[in-house]
C-alpha cells in the first residue's frame, strides 16, 4: 500500500517520517513479509492527527512493535504500516517506579530497572521484542509474565482517537493475551517493581539465559513459539514426541532444538509458513485430539 502525495505532504507538515516501499522481511525476526510505506510516528501528540489523516483517505493501516511475534504475508501489502521509532526510547526510575517508552527493547528495559535495583523481570530477559509487543501479549518466560507489574498504561486509543491512560488493575492481562483492542497502540507504561540488588538480578538472568541457550535456537529466524501452550499441555512436548523436528515445507522449518519454535530455514515465503503452521496442527490434533491455537500473530490479506 503506498500512501497517495495529499497524505504524504501532509506528514510532512507534521514533522512525521514517511518510509517508502520498505521490505517487511527486513522488519521482522522471522524475516517473512512484503512490502509497503511506513509511518513512523515520532511525536506522540500528533498521532490523533495522523489517523485522521489515514481514515480521511481511506489508507488501511496496522501497527507493528517490534516485528518478533508475527507472520506477514508476502507480495505487496494492503496495509501501511504505523511504527515507534526505537532510537533513545525514554526511560527513567522513581522510587520502585519504571517509566518506559513502549518502543524501548524488552531486555533493554529488564537490564536499565536492574541497574536501578529493581528486579522481578529476569525471566523476561530473553524474550525478543518491544516493550508495547510485551504488553498486548502479556509476554511472559521462566514463571514471570509483564502483566503483573504494570500500573499504568498510555495509549493511542482508536475507539476515541484520543491518547488515554488506562490504571492497570483496569486492563486484563491473561495467559498471552489481554483485554487492549487490536487498533489500541501501545506508547508508555509504568510499571512497579520490587528493589532488589543488583548483583542478584544479574545472577538470576545469567539462570534464565543459560536455560534459554540450551533449549531454543536463538540464532535462527523465528517469532519464538508458534502455538500457545494448551492448558495442562505442552505444544513443544507434543510436536517433539510427533517425530516433527526438522519437518519442512520449503525452507520453512520446525526447529530441531525446540518443536513449538519454527525456523524461516532460507528463504521461506509466508504461504509455506502457514503450510507447516496447519500441518502441525493437523497432526497433534490427529494425535492427541487437541487444537492448538497460535501465538504468532497472522498478518493476512
Ligand atoms: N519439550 C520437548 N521438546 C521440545 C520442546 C520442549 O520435549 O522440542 C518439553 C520440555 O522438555 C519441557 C516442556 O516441553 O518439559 C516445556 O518446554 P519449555 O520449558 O521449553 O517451555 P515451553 O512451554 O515450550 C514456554 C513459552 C516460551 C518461554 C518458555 C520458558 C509458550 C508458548 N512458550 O515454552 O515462550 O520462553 O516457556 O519459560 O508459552 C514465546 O512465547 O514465544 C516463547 C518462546
Redesign the pocket.
Known amino acids: 500500500m503506498r500512501i497517495n502525495d495529499k497524505a504524504a505532504a501532509r506528514l510532512k507538515e507534521l514533522g512525521i517520517e514517511l518510509r517508502q516501499g520498505i521490505s517487511l522481511a527486513e522488519e521482522t525476526s522471522l524475516g517473512i513479509g512484503g512490502a509497503t510505506d511506513e509511518i513512523l510516528l515520532g511525536r506522540y501528540e500528533s498521532i490523533p492527527e495522523v489517523m485522521r489523516l489515514l481514515a480521511d483517505e481511506h489508507i488501511p493501516h496496522r501497527f507493528l512493535g517490534g516485528g518478533t ?1 508475527v507472520l506477514i504475508v508476502d507480495g505487496e501489502l494492503p496495509w501501511v504500516v504505523l511504527h515507534l521509532p526505537t532510537a533513545k526510547p525514554g526511560m527513567r526510575v522513581e522510587g520502585n517506579a519504571a517509566y518506559v517508552d513502549a518502543s524501548a527493547d524488552l531486555g533493554g528495559m529488564v537490564t536499565f530497572c536492574a541497574k536501578h535495583d529493581l528486579g522481578g523481570m529476569e ?1 523476561l530477559i ?2 525478543p521484542g518491544s516493550v508495547g509487543g510485551a504488553l498486548r ?1 502479556n ?5 514471570t509474565q509483564i502483566g503483573p507489574h504494570v500500573r499504568e498504561v498510555e495509549l493511542y486509543r482508536a475507539a476515541s482517537g484520543q491518547i488515554e491512560t488506562l490504571r492497570g488493575s483496569d486492563i486484563r492481562f491473561d ?2 493475551h489481554t483485554s487492549f483492542a487490536p487498533d489500541d497502540l501501545m506508547l508508555r507504561v509504568k510499571l512497579e517493581l520490587p528493589p532488589k540488588p543488583f548483583k542478584e538480578i544479574i545472577a538470576g538472568i545469567k539462570v ?1 539465559n543459560e ?2 541457550r540450551a ?2 535456537p536463538l540464532n535462527q529466524k523465528s ?7 494448551p492448558a495442562g499441555g ?4 507434543m ?3 510427533l517425530g516433527l ?1 526438522g519437518h519442512r515445507v520449503g525452507d520453512a522449518m520446525v ?1 530441531d ?5 519454527f525456523v524461516n530455514a532460507g528463504h521461506a515465503s509466508c504461504s509455506d509458513m502457514l503450510k507447516l503452521i496447519d500441518d502441525v496442527r493437523e497432526r497433534v490434533r490427529g494425535a492427541y485430539g487437541m487444537e492448538l491455537e497460535n ?2 500473530i497472522v498478518w493476512r490479506n
Not at 509476554?139 to 514463571?143: D, N, R, S, T
Not at 505442552?234 to 512436548?237: C, K, L, W
Open positions: 511475534n525471566g530473553g524474550v501479549m509476554a511472559g518466560a521462566y514463571g495467559y498471552r534464565c536455560k534459554r533449549s531454543q517469532a519464538g513459539c508458534i502455538f500457545k501452550n505442552s505444544a513443544g512436548r510436536i517433539d514426541e523436528k526447529s532444538r525446540h518443536a513449538n519454535f501465538e504468532v
